[in-house]
């Protein structure tokens, strides 16, 4: 069994496509047909169901794929070895971030890992789902570290390191009838539109919990993907938000305010998998995280 093999294997499982993996392993397509074709010889059984429209991983295939990625990590743990001996990092660095987010100042961090270890290939990704679609990636071995947002205890899939803690505010239209309150409460807040994040997000969870320990329900008109465009919905009165503060860009016309009886601690961490080592690239990007924090006012830098 050869290990490109299961590596086309495992590329094809994550892109649901040959077409997407083929371009993402930089081959023909035909050579990522061969390589599972050979592979289900191999195991005597089909790993892949093809239709015109979609590729799906039969019992068979569900079945190897945890292994494969398990084969593939033991095979990149003894190249980075060897590579640490060399004295060189190589292989390629799969990295999750959340969109948006001005706490990391993740192109200079990026940068200065690629100067430093210029042949470690960087691929960054972000999820559809926010933090949990991330934790749910590196769970699964399709990322190696990951930028996310968790309030509480994590998963046991992933190890997280809480990096700084942000308080989240709410962001009012200039006219609308709380903006000029000092003291603003959670029940004043009951009948209110929000425009919130999908769920998975982490901002997101810490307004949901903080709602339902105050026996609060709450209804959210509009879900937005990025979190620094959620104070500009407020701004044109489509609802209030709960935003960490560098999320509302400066000039903008809201009103901010704190929400006296809430715990509104919006946490970023840096997580990797909980089954699995991470590897020397891996290890390296994390030992230069702290050098790239970004800490805005009202910020709680967290130790390691």
Do not use: C
Request: hydrophobic share 50%; no cysteine; net charge neutral.
């Amino acid at each position: 069994m050869e290990l490109r093999h299961l590596e086309y294997f495992v590329t094809v499982a994550d892109e649901r496509s040959f077409t997407r993996a083929a371009a993402r392993l930089h081959v023909v397509q035909s050579g990522v047909s061969a390589a599972i074709k050979a592979l289900e010889r191999e195991f005597g059984t089909p790993l892949l169901e093809r239709t015109s429209k979609r590729v799906a991983l039969t019992g068979a295939g569900e079945v190897l794929l945890p292994r494969a990625r398990a084969a593939l990590d033991a095979a990149r743990a003894a190249r980075d070895a060897v590579d640490e001996v060399r004295g060189g990092l190589r292989g390629t660095l799969r990295i999750g971030t959340l969109t948006s987010i001005d706490l990391v100042d993740v192109p200079a961090l990026l940068g200065a890992f690629h100067r430093a270890h210029p042949a470690v290939t960087l691929r960054l990704t972000v999820s559809a789902r926010g933090s949990a679609g991330l934790m749910d990636a590196l769970a699964d071995g399709s990322l190696d570290v990951a930028l996310v947002s968790v309030p509480g205890r994590p998963p046991g899939t992933v190890h997280l390191r809480q990096l700084l803690r942000q308080p989240l505010e709410l962001v009012l239209a200039p006219g609308h009838r709380l903006a000029g309150r000092d003291e603003i409460t959670v029940a004043d807040l009951a009948d209110e539109p929000f425009v919130d994040f999908p769920a998975g997000y982490g901002n997101r969870t810490v307004v949901d919990r903080a709602f339902a320990a105050a026996g609060v329900g709450r209804q959210v008109a509009l879900e937005v993907g990025d979190i620094t465009t959620g104070a500009s919905f407020v701004a044109h009165g489509l609802g209030v938000a709960i935003l960490p503060r560098f999320a509302v860009p400066e000039g903008l016309d809201v009103v901010v305010r704190p929400i006296a009886d809430a715990d509104l601690d919006w946490p970023l961490g840096v997580a990797t998998s909980a089954v699995r080592a991470p590897g020397a690239a891996a290890r390296a990007l994390l030992a230069m995280i702290d050098d790239h924090l970004r800490a805005p006012h009202g910020s709680a830098m967290l130790g390691a």
